[in-house]
């Protein structure tokens, strides 16, 4: 006779990218599934970690394409936890920070599902630190936000227009289609020349990245090649990687003059 196992939902921060930056309570929580779904953002490496004897399921997408819809994801949580068991809905970074994670769980807990959740390494903030772009710095910003470019309704964020007059950094997630907006909006409030970076494939190995200002990042964009996923940073601690190279630079030569 089968044991019953209690319909469960857990949702999992895998990270930026980097599959050491995941946490130690996503890797037990990975461990102890009985089905897993994970999206296009998640680092496949991390997959090593999962019950050898859950089932793995695929539902991002690649080249433009959805495996699942969302409706069909939150009813394949519910059927396979009510089949199967616990359901892990592995996601990159923060599942709480743009990944729908708080829909699922929802959704789950209405047909009486048992929900958790394992936060994540948030890439609006990780992956400016991996290049040693802080968020925040004394005398530069105080505060950051961070955005959608584009909402349910594929339009460029309200909030962007609210950012841009601020002086605080502005992080913007899923705005690469956007671009040209987020520039003009910028430009309107005299910020041309403020610096921005834009960071593909954050902490990965393929990582790249752009050093413009608001005026010069589209020409940067194009002649990089950079496209999603991607993150906008935009703020004076841009400028802060630029300090940290030169010292680097400054003591090396120090360095090889004692050798």
Not at 25 to 38: P, S
Not at 100 to 106: D, F, L, S, T
Request: with cysteine; proline share 4%; hydrophobic share 40%.
């Amino acid at each position: 006779m089968m044991s019953f196992k209690i319909p469960k939902l857990t949702v999992v921060g895998a990270g930026p990218g980097d599959v050491d930056l995941i946490t130690v309570k996503a890797i037990k929580v990975l461990k102890n599934a009985d089905v897993v779904l994970y999206d296009a953002l998640v680092n496949e490496e991390l997959l090593d970690y999962i019950n050898p004897e859950a089932e793995q399921i695929f539902v991002g997408k690649r080249r433009g394409c959805y495996k699942y819809q969302q409706e069909q994801i939150n009813e394949l949580i519910v059927q396979r936890a009510k089949s199967n068991g616990h359901v892990v809905r592995l996601k990159g970074g923060d599942p709480f920070i743009f990944g729908r994670g708080a829909e699922e769980m929802e959704y789950a807990a209405n047909f009486g599902v048992e929900v958790a959740m394992v936060p994540g390494i948030s890439s609006s903030m990780a992956v400016a630190a991996n290049q040693n772009i802080p968020v925040t710095k004394r005398g530069s910003s105080e505060s950051f936000w961070v955005i959608t470019g584009t909402t349910k309704e594929h339009k460029i964020s309200n909030d962007i227009q609210l950012a841009a007059k601020s002086n605080a950094t502005v992080v913007v997630l899923m705005g690469m289609s956007k671009l040209p907006q987020i520039v003009k909006l910028f430009q309107a409030e005299g910020k041309n020349d403020l610096p921005v970076a834009i960071i593909q494939n954050g902490t990965r190995p393929d990582e790249k990245i752009g050093i413009g200002t608001v005026d010069t990042i589209e020409n940067i964009v194009a002649e990089k090649e950079l496209k999603n996923p991607a993150i906008i940073l935009l703020g004076e601690v841009v400028n802060h990687r630029q300090s940290i190279l030169e010292l680097h630079s400054l003591y090396a030569d120090d360095l090889r003059g004692l050798v």
